[in-house]
């Protein structure tokens, strides 16, 4: 049916064709809204504290419905340790990184002397 999207298969990843014929990856959607829902659940128990945080309300902030969030998320308890080990992940990366150049700063300036 001209203007409708045609469900197709790319390797692994189920995408959808748009009508000029150009895949969209269902697989990359998913991981962007995942993802702006963990972002907006760290901001709401941010403000509001993990009891008073809703899904409903996360679930406004990110922009999705609640069902949206279910399909990422089953539960609070589900959402609030994966922001967790989001922040932890990122936390990580950002004392690596800062260990690294701290440790090619040492070595330059151990040299320059």
């Not at 409708?4 to 790319?10: I, K, V």
């Not at 995942?34 to 406004?60: C, N």
């Not at 992940?89 to 090619?104: D, Q």
């Amino acid at each position: 049916m001209p203007g409708h999207s045609t469900p197709t298969q790319h390797s692994d990843t189920f995408c959808t064709t748009k009508p000029t014929g150009e895949p969209m990856a269902i697989q990359q959607r998913a991981e962007r809204t995942r993802q702006e829902i963990l972002s907006a659940a760290a901001r709401v128990f941010d403000r509001w504290g993990y009891e008073r945080a809703s899904l409903a309300r996360i679930a406004g902030d990110a922009r999705v419905t609640t069902g949206a969030l279910v399909f990422h998320f089953a539960t609070k308890a589900d959402l609030a340790v994966a922001v967790r080990a989001r922040a932890r992940a990122v936390t990580g990366i950002t004392v690596e990184s800062a260990c690294l150049s701290a440790e090619g700063w040492a070595a330059r300036r151990s040299t320059s002397w």
